[in-house]
């Protein structure tokens, strides 16, 4: 690339003087390219040490002049090829102009505005960026790409100079940390190290400080453990890492959302050392923790945020802490976290309300005047099920408890005239110890909806629950199944629930829910926590709950893997060995865990506890969060230690927990008493004491207070990395086992092979590829079909991975089998298909791997593009429209499409025709046992024989030939291999010549795959052309010997040179063995005369791409036809190739496909080429 001209004082330290003129000094780093010594190590340790440019460009131009000790960079390269080219364009054009000039400073300012120029059209052509990160950062994401063979799409975040430990001996050098990848390298004086890990395989992160490493960060895969310390920033690098990680493990669990948050938002100003992508996720950062803290909707974005100090009419006094601003909020926390919280909409802030005044945020007075979608249908729409269930019992008839009751109710109206109501209302220590004393039945559902954040998504999304329960209704789905499936589930104990009001609220909420988030759709536990929102809110409050809760508070909770809960497990766990050590042991003996925290967490203890008790905690989830969950549950196993200590099994611990749980009471509920499900169904020999719920929220707060909020985050990412790498491991076993054992590979392979399918999924999304089909996962389909790739993907395996290579016509073969293995049609396969595909050309004997290659060129495999008759040759097969296509059911013998199965014998027609009109006849309609017996035909049908298959048409053979002349030229028996196969396919030739004789003499037209073109043969071919070229060595007499008539024409011999080559399949014959054709095609020439009898083509250019190249194009045979009658079965094909023992020799040896997929996964990332002009040595 030409650089901006910049002084060099000395010229030749460290680089050596390649080519030199009057004017430019070529120079090459010293140690680049090849060997150079000690002198080559110090300089490549220098650079690396030093993060030298000239480990990115070791070539550079310098301009001089004879008198001058000045030099000035004018251009910088990569490789010799760029370099040479720029040294070219200034010997081409600038060296007689400069040799016209008197004075050297004119010289140089010449050539200084000349390169200015030549950059400043450079850059118009360039598309401006918003973005633009410093110059460095370009530099360090140019070595990054070259050193790791990286693409253009991988965008580097951020990197760090620190050390890897290798064993004991700490290896310093630079830490690349990418979108995609974890990369680092060192070079010190001749010991290189290189690594790359992908986001999506560590398994374990963390910083840590031992003995041995000091302040370190751990970084695991399934496979290795590395350590890196010696940073400058570890806190920085770390969180980095969490926030890379992160992303991965959302685009493993939700590859939708992570698609969506990969377009981050552009800075308003660069920074000087930070790059834009790092500042984006930064922002991102921040903005998560925001929307966290104040509960704000997932859209809002954070602006920015000051200190100041915030002005308190409660107490008279100016409380320090931080000003936050976004789009729609004006936000602050105090520093001291319980002294003040305050959320001011900005909807609301103008004009500003008189003090004393009631808001107008207050949730109570607008929900009267809001009449939702069907106030006049449901009394649900306005209200909730407790307040429709409970009318006629006023308070003063429940005694000492309503007593109790209308002092919480007056409590909290005092701390609503002192603290402002509703949305804009001081959140302060008070209002956690009001929240912790219960809060009053009439009051629940406005307050949740105030502590959980749903009333500001409700207020700004007027009549969405509306539409989307019009839009859903009467809508069929999966999820809608589970729904009604689930519905009289949902607290059938409580009244409300008992009849059909209640019934169908909840189906309207679930489904509207399940409308507006198909990834969630339904998940079992949303029935029982919907519930009971309905009893303290109307429809659409419970809605805009369900939804704060699914996806703000609780995420990941209900999705089809709940990973959400199982991510809190794993924290509930690592509390308890921190709280509760002497516990902790006992319970992963008993395994007791697992089992009891998805039913607490999940249904936040309401399918546990009896009903009055749990709304409680639920009153304390909405104002504290998941925190609050995680405390109850220790309080529980606290208050329960020594009886689970005496357990001796699960059952037994979970039997003692439930009884524990069921006699949790809340001694101050004024509704009427309702029986625990649970409570009722268990033996209550000898019920335990009962436990007061406000007793025990007061224990779960004094012993486990110390949770924050910013550790159950920091501890969550932690056990997601192990969940999510759990499920993965457990799709892919999944996967395996569902592949059949008769596929050939082991269990290793297949585990092999599904890492290298899934890392080519992956890759997709990695690098911004335009494939939406195969670039979305949908997390809620089977494991199988999770992970799908497409025709492009699958060509970059194939080639990789396949033990027929061959060539240039690799991608060709790599389609056919592609289109094969498409059974649906829908351009994608699946990992069983992509494994079947594999196991075809690896495993099985020499009749299994050639009908294979035989099916690679029939159709569906052969497309119309690439033999022009595939078309016309379908009518062949299905000329008897009363004809079944035999079955091809096999994991190894793929389905063809109807019109490519060769029609059944006569008779066997009849036959079935016969035997299905008398089970028509039988009975009017099939019954069961009519499919049953199809299905076991189908079962028995599984094996596929030779005689099944499709004959093969002369245009189809010619492509098979092309393969297998290609497939040979890599191989140590080339010339023995290429002699066969062109005996072989002289035979051949003249076998379907002599059975179209036969066919023609008996009055039968043979069921094959021939064309239907009607162009006249060629007048001539060139014989003479064939001839000239042919050498002696392939004086084999079988090859003089060819069929006697075409098309009932006159006989004619025609010899045709069939090239294994790279070849385009145009040009003169001259051309085709002119210095660009490699020796190799040039020797096996020799044995690639055969004849073909009937075989016309217009010339000698066009026979020659009968293997090597592209099919011809049909204007290409303008004056030719191929032979209409022609035609050739899998069995003469075998019988022939099984007469050579070279090609027998050929199929049947066994390749190792592991080696196959380790050096696929090395190069799984080599998308940069390097120099075609020198040899990789060691270099900086």
Same mark, same amino acid.
């Given at each position: 690339m030409w650089l901006s001209p910049e002084e060099v004082l000395v010229a030749n330290a460290l680089w050596v003087t390649e080519r030199a003129n009057p004017f430019f000094v070529l120079q090459r780093r010293r140690g680049h390219g090849r060997g150079g010594g000690l002198t080559g190590l110090l300089v490549g340790t220098l650079d690396v040490v030093l993060d030298s440019s000239a480990r990115v460009a070791p070539y550079r /131009?310098?301009?001089? +002049?004879?008198?001058?000790?000045?030099?000035?960079?004018?251009?910088?390269?990569?490789?010799?090829?760029?370099? +040479?080219?720029?040294?070219?364009?200034?010997?081409?054009?600038?060296?007689? +102009? $400069?040799?016209?000039?008197?004075?050297?400073?004119?010289?140089?300012?010449?050539?200084?505005?000349?390169?200015?120029?030549? /950059?400043?059209?450079?850059?118009?052509?360039?598309?401006?960026?918003?973005?633009?990160?410093?110059?460095?950062?370009k530099e360090a994401e140019l070595k990054m790409r070259k050193q790791f063979g990286m693409p253009e799409g991988e965008k580097l975040v951020n990197y760090y100079s620190c050390s890897y430990w290798k064993g004991r001996v700490p290896r310093q050098g630079w830490l690349y940390l990418t979108v995609n990848h974890l990369c680092f390298y060192s070079f010190l004086l001749g010991k290189e190290v290189s690594l790359v890990v992908q986001w999506v395989d560590i398994t374990r992160l963390e910083k840590n400080a031992t003995l041995l490493f000091p302040e370190s960060i751990r970084v695991d895969t399934r496979d290795q453990e590395l350590f890196f310390s010696m940073f400058l920033n570890i806190g920085e690098t770390f969180k980095l890492m969490e926030q890379l990680a992160n992303l991965a493990m959302r685009q493993l669990l939700d590859?939708?959302?992570? $698609?969506?948050?990969?377009?981050?938002?552009?800075?308003?100003?660069?920074?000087?050392?930070?790059?834009? $992508?790092?500042?984006?996720?930064?922002?991102?950062?921040?903005?998560?923790?925001?929307?966290?803290?104040?509960?704000?909707?997932?859209?809002?974005?954070l602006d920015g945020h000051t200190s100041c100090t915030l002005w308190t009419p409660f107490n008279k006094l100016h409380i320090p802490g931080q000003m936050f601003i976004s789009n729609n909020y004006i936000c602050f926390a105090s520093k001291e976290e319980d002294a003040c919280h305050l959320i001011i909409p900005l909807r609301e802030s103008s004009p500003a309300p008189q003090e004393g005044s009631e808001q107008p945020a207050s949730p109570a007075s607008p929900l009267s005047s809001r009449q939702s979608f069907c106030a006049q249908e449901a009394p649900t729409a306005s209200q909730g099920l407790l307040k429709l269930f409970q009318k006629n019992s006023p308070m003063e008839d429940l005694g000492a408890k309503g007593a109790k009751e209308k002092m919480k109710e007056e409590s909290w109206h005092i701390h609503f005239f002192e603290y402002g109501r509703g949305v804009c209302m001081y959140r302060t220590a008070?209002?956690?110890?009001?929240?912790?004393?219960?809060?009053?039945?009439?009051?629940?559902?406005? $307050?949740?909806?105030?502590?959980?954040?749903?009333?500001?998504?409700?207020?700004?999304?007027?009549?969405?629950?509306?539409?989307?329960?019009?839009?859903?209704?009467?809508?069929?789905?999966?999820?809608?199944?589970?729904?009604?499936?689930?519905?009289?589930?949902?607290?059938?104990?409580?009244?409300?629930?008992?009849?059909?009001?209640?019934?169908?609220?909840?189906?309207?909420?679930?489904?509207?829910?399940?409308?507006?988030?198909?990834?969630?759709?339904?998940?079992?536990?949303?029935?029982?926590?919907?519930?009971?929102?309905?009893?303290?809110?109307?429809?659409?409050?419970?809605?805009?709950?369900?939804?704060?809760?699914?996806?703000r508070m609780l995420p990941d909770y209900y999705n089809t893997r709940v990973v959400g809960a199982l991510v809190d497990q794993g924290i509930f766990e690592e509390l308890t060995r921190d709280f509760l050590p002497q516990l902790s042991e006992k319970m992963q003996d008993l395994g007791v865990i697992s089992s009891i925290s998805l039913s607490w967490f999940l249904t936040l203890f309401l399918s546990v506890m009896p009903f009055e008790s749990a709304v409680v905690i639920v009153d304390c989830f909405f104002y504290e969060g998941i925190k609050v969950i995680l405390q109850v549950a220790l309080a529980v196993l606290d208050a329960n230690m020594e009886q689970l200590l005496g357990c001796s099994d699960e059952g037994e611990a979970m039997t003692m927990l439930g009884r524990y749980l069921d006699n949790v009471v809340n001694k101050q509920s004024v509704s009427p008493p309702i029986p625990h499900l649970r409570a009722l169904l268990s033996s209550s020999d000898d019920p335990p004491a009962e436990v007061d719920i406000f007793e025990l929220l007061k224990v779960s707060y004094e012993k486990f207070s110390s949770l924050r909020a910013e550790d159950i985050e920091q501890m969550r990412f932690k056990q997601r990395l192990k969940v999510i790498q759990s499920l993965e491991d457990t799709a892919k076993r999944s996967v395996v086992r569902a592949i059949p054992v008769d596929i050939g590979f082991s269990i290793e392979e297949l585990e092999d092979l599904y890492m290298v399918f899934k890392a080519k999924h992956l890759a997709s999304q990695y690098w911004g590829c335009s494939r939406t089909m195969a670039g979305r996962r949908d997390p809620s389909l089977p494991y199988l079909e999770q992970y799908r790739i497409d025709a492009s993907q699958f060509r970059e395996l194939f080639a990789s991975l396949t033990p027929w290579a061959c060539g240039s016509h690799t991608p060709l073969l790599a389609g056919r089998m592609f289109r094969l293995l498409d059974e649906n049609k829908d351009s994608l396969i699946n990992f069983k298909e992509f494994v079947t595909g594999m196991s075809g050309m690896y495993h099985g004997d020499l009749t299994e791997k050639l009908k294979v290659l035989y099916k690679l060129h029939l159709p569906p495999a052969l497309s119309p593009e690439e033999a022009e008759s595939a078309l016309e040759a379908a009518h062949y097969f299905t000329e008897d429209s009363s004809s079944e296509a035999s079955p091809l059911a096999s994991d190894l013998d793929l389905f063809l499409p109807w019109e490519a199965q060769e029609a059944l014998p006569q008779e066997e027609q009849e036959g079935s025709g016969s035997e299905e009109r008398g089970e028509e006849k039988g009975t009017s309609s099939p019954d069961y046992r009519h499919y049953l017996r199809m299905w076991a035909k189908e079962k028995e049908a599984q094996k596929e024989t030779i005689k099944d298959l499709p004959k093969m048409n002369q245009e189809q053979f010619i492509e098979l030939c092309k393969t297998l002349y290609n497939m040979f030229s890599e191989d140590p028996m080339e010339q023995d291999l290429y002699h066969a196969i062109a005996t072989v396919a002289s035979l051949l030739l003249r076998i379907g010549e002599v059975g179209k004789k036969f066919s023609a003499r008996t009055g039968r037209k043979p069921r094959d795959c021939a064309t239907e073109e009607d162009e006249p043969p060629a007048p001539e071919l060139h014989q003479d052309a064939a001839r000239e070229l042919q050498p002696p060595a392939a004086g084999d007499p079988q090859a003089k010997a060819g069929g006697d008539t075409h098309l009932g024409k006159a006989p004619q011999e025609s010899q045709v040179v069939v090239e294994g080559g790279s070849g385009e399949g145009q040009g003169s014959p001259s051309q085709l063995l002119s210095d660009d054709e490699t020796k190799d095609d040039m020797s096996m020439s020799s044995y690639s005369v055969v004849s073909t009898g009937s075989l016309q083509c217009e010339d000698l250019a066009d026979d020659t791409v009968l293997v090597g190249g592209e099919a011809c194009s049909p204007t290409a045979r303008i004056g030719g036809t191929v032979d209409t009658d022609w035609c050739i079965s899998f069995e003469q094909i075998l019988a022939s190739i099984?007469?050579?023992?070279?090609?027998?020799?050929?199929?049947?040896?066994?390749?190792?496909?592991?080696?196959?997929?380790?050096?696929?996964?090395?190069?799984?990332?080599?998308?940069?080429?390097?120099?075609?002009?020198?040899?990789?040595?060691v270099s900086g």
């Open positions: /131009i310098l301009h001089q +002049t004879q008198d001058s000790q000045v030099y000035w960079t004018v251009a910088c390269g990569s490789s010799r090829k760029e370099i +040479t080219k720029h040294w070219e364009w200034l010997e081409n054009n600038l060296l007689q +102009t $400069l040799s016209i000039f008197d004075s050297e400073e004119d010289i140089t300012t010449f050539v200084k505005g000349k390169i200015h120029g030549i /950059i400043a059209e450079e850059n118009k052509n360039l598309q401006p960026q918003g973005d633009e990160d410093p110059g460095k950062f590859s939708e959302g992570f $698609l969506e948050d990969k377009a981050l938002p552009r800075p308003i100003r660069p920074h000087r050392n930070i790059s834009a $992508l790092k500042r984006d996720l930064d922002a991102r950062a921040k903005n998560e923790c925001y929307r966290a803290t104040f509960r704000l909707p997932r859209d809002e974005r008070k209002t956690r110890a009001l929240v912790l004393k219960g809060i009053p039945e009439s009051l629940r559902g406005e $307050l949740w909806l105030l502590f959980s954040g749903a009333w500001n998504e409700m207020v700004t999304h007027p009549g969405y629950y509306a539409e989307l329960v019009e839009k859903s209704t009467g809508k069929y789905s999966l999820a809608t199944e589970e729904i009604e499936r689930d519905l009289h589930r949902s607290m059938p104990e409580h009244p409300a629930f008992q009849n059909e009001l209640g019934i169908a609220a909840l189906r309207r909420v679930l489904t509207a829910y399940a409308f507006r988030n198909p990834t969630i759709g339904y998940c079992q536990a949303m029935n029982i926590v919907t519930s009971v929102l309905l009893l303290y809110g109307s429809e659409e409050e419970a809605f805009w709950l369900l939804v704060a809760l699914c996806e099984l007469t050579e023992s070279v090609l027998v020799n050929f199929f049947e040896k066994r390749v190792d496909i592991g080696l196959k997929i380790k050096d696929q996964k090395k190069v799984e990332r080599q998308f940069s080429t390097a120099s075609d002009h020198e040899q990789p040595g």
